[in-house]
């Protein structure tokens, strides 16, 4: 059952935004995402010294004519979809439960705007 949207008049959001469990939330998913980010772009720039530095390395061929080079660019592909993966995990279980308490806080009273 999909719940319901929260009228957004009836709630202060700037509160809520400010709440101690939306700040936890936010917190641990750019955490994550940043540590994402320094792991993709470590490994890209990984990637790229070896072709520039050592281009022989990657041009060695490991098994069925497959190279170096060729081996860690789809490396890449990989990583971006264990990490999209890893971020999809977390969100059913750790990021669901930061969420629900962000909303427990929007729905209570302290943060309903006074008319």
């Known amino acids: 059952m999909a719940s ?6 009836r709630y202060d959001w700037h509160a809520v935004y ?9 917190d ?40 170096v080079g060729f081996l860690l660019g789809l490396s890449q592909f990989v990583l971006a979809w264990l990490l999209t993966w890893r971020y999809l995990r977390m969100s059913e279980t750790v990021f669901a439960g930061l969420e629900a308490a962000a909303v427990a806080a929007a729905g209570d009273g302290a943060v309903e705007v006074k008319r």
């Open 4 to 9: 319901q949207p929260i009228p957004s008049d």
């Open 18 to 26: 400010r709440s101690p469990e939306f700040t936890r939330l936010a």
């Open 28 to 67: 641990r998913r750019g955490r994550f995402v940043r540590a994402s980010v320094f792991a993709l772009l470590g490994w890209f720039a990984v990637f790229l010294t070896v072709l520039g530095a050592a281009p022989a390395l990657a041009g060695t061929v490991v098994f069925a004519g497959m190279t």
